[in-house]
């Protein structure tokens, strides 16, 4: 079975967790025996094909593209996105699935769809009105609209959580039964032992008697990364040998900076900005905790990543993360939003070893036995033969002589 994937993003591009998804999803399918083709977005001159371990890669330059906002950049992105995946569907005339990852690829989606008569499968990973806490202006109405557009289009519609499927469907009014959750994955190999290295990244970023409390994610309402920097006074009050590395930029970068001057804790906490992978693995396996204080969270795959590093994490209790983590189990949940409840949570992991062993012991064994990436490709791979099962019985077929 051949799928094609349309996303934003795909390694070596790389905004937050979408091209982490798409990336680990594909290479599974490969040993699934699904061959997955991918069309994505290219910028520093990446554009063209590549073969990546049995994953059809074809990347289109999107560096220049004319527009005065982001809007009308995704607007131009979407016609040469279903213009270069027009010429993929005409080289492999026998895929049998259109899968669309997100609203930024709806539009180029949608027109494939009936353009080829293909049927479409669309992963919703989060949704404007949670990213933002809600809808107050035009460019967040019109994201909305092309979400409920992609997903009235598509055969089915896959999610990360339950806590997903019910927005979707409470967003949109979609049918239950069309709304499938498939989780996220980790790979644990990919968190084996680097002692050497780890070492000398953790003598980079703390002094070797200091415990750092680690952030990862992009700086923005919805991941709290404010909530962290409002927890840190309480937490360096019982713990004065705590350091926070906070890594990821965003709109809220500069004024969490400042927050942190005014208090007098610029000796305490580190801005990184963004981080290569090997730097960022290193460091998640080397904290003392991994905090995730998101307001607003679809699944949370950075608690995932934590877990399989063996550190123990820290989260907010809402969306997907209340599902990953069983408090007092393999983690601990503090209230979303709350700076003290989040310190909270952050003292007692750095202060009692004995609950902080047996979180990671039982964290690691939740992500082996649950969060694989093979599980993740399985499930998915059930989604599609449903649909083209549904397909092949029903009268919505292409007409040959309309095609290449």
């Not at 990336?23 to 520093?44: D, H, N, Y």
């Not at 806590?163 to 644990?188: H, I, L, R, Y």
């Not at 990953?324 to 989040?342: A, D, F, M, T």
């Not at 490709?377 to 040959?400: F, L, S």
Request: overall charge negative.
């Amino acid at each position: 079975m051949k799928v094609l994937h349309l996303t934003s993003e795909y390694p070596p591009h790389k905004v937050g967790g979408l091209g982490t998804h798409v990336e680990e999803l594909t290479r599974a399918q490969v040993k699934a025996g699904i061959e997955p083709i991918v069309v994505v977005c290219a910028f520093s001159g990446n554009q063209g094909y590549e073969n990546v371990n049995g994953v059809h890669v074809f990347r289109f330059d999107a560096d220049n593209i004319p527009a005065e906002d982001f809007p009308s950049w995704a607007l131009q992105m979407n016609v040469l996105m279903q213009k270069e995946a027009s010429h993929v569907l005409e080289e492999f005339r026998d895929v049998s699935l259109i899968h669309a990852h997100d609203w930024l690829v709806a539009t180029a989606a949608v027109g494939l769809k009936h353009i080829f008569r293909i049927p479409l499968i669309s992963t919703i990973h989060s949704l404007e009105e949670g990213r933002r806490g809600g809808i107050y202006e035009d460019r967040q109405e019109l994201i909305h609209d092309i979400e409920r557009k992609m997903v009235y289009e598509s055969w089915r519609v896959i999610v990360c959580s339950n806590f997903m499927k019910q927005s979707v469907c409470s967003a949109f009014s979609t049918p239950w039964e069309n709304v499938d959750v498939v989780v996220n994955g980790v790979d644990v190999s990919k968190y084996s032992s680097d002692s050497a290295h780890y070492s000398e990244v953790r003598g980079k970023f703390a002094l070797p008697h200091e415990k750092i409390v680690f952030f990862v994610g992009r700086h923005v309402w919805e991941k709290g990364v404010d909530v962290l920097v409002g927890a840190v006074q309480s937490v360096l009050s019982e713990v004065p040998d705590a350091k926070f590395v906070i890594t990821g930029e965003g709109y809220m970068t500069d004024k969490c900076k400042a927050l942190v001057w005014q208090m007098g804790l610029g000796d305490k906490v580190l801005f990184t900005g963004y981080m290569d992978d090997r730097t960022l693995d290193a460091l998640l396996h080397v904290s003392d905790v991994v905090v995730i204080p998101s307001r607003y969270e679809p699944f949370g795959i950075v608690a995932l990543e934590g877990m399989a590093s063996h550190t123990p994490v820290v989260v907010a209790d809402t969306g997907g993360l209340s599902e990953i983590v069983q408090h007092g189990v393999n983690g601990l949940k503090v209230w979303s939003g709350h700076s003290e409840s989040l310190a909270i949570g952050i003292k007692r992991v750095l202060v009692d070893d004995g609950l902080r062993d047996s979180i990671v012991n039982n964290a690691y064994g939740t992500v082996r036995d649950m969060y694989s990436w093979d599980n993740v490709a399985g499930m998915t791979k059930a989604v599609y033969e449903r649909v083209v099962d549904e397909y092949n019985c029903a009268d919505w077929k292409p007409n040959p002589g309309l095609m290449w």
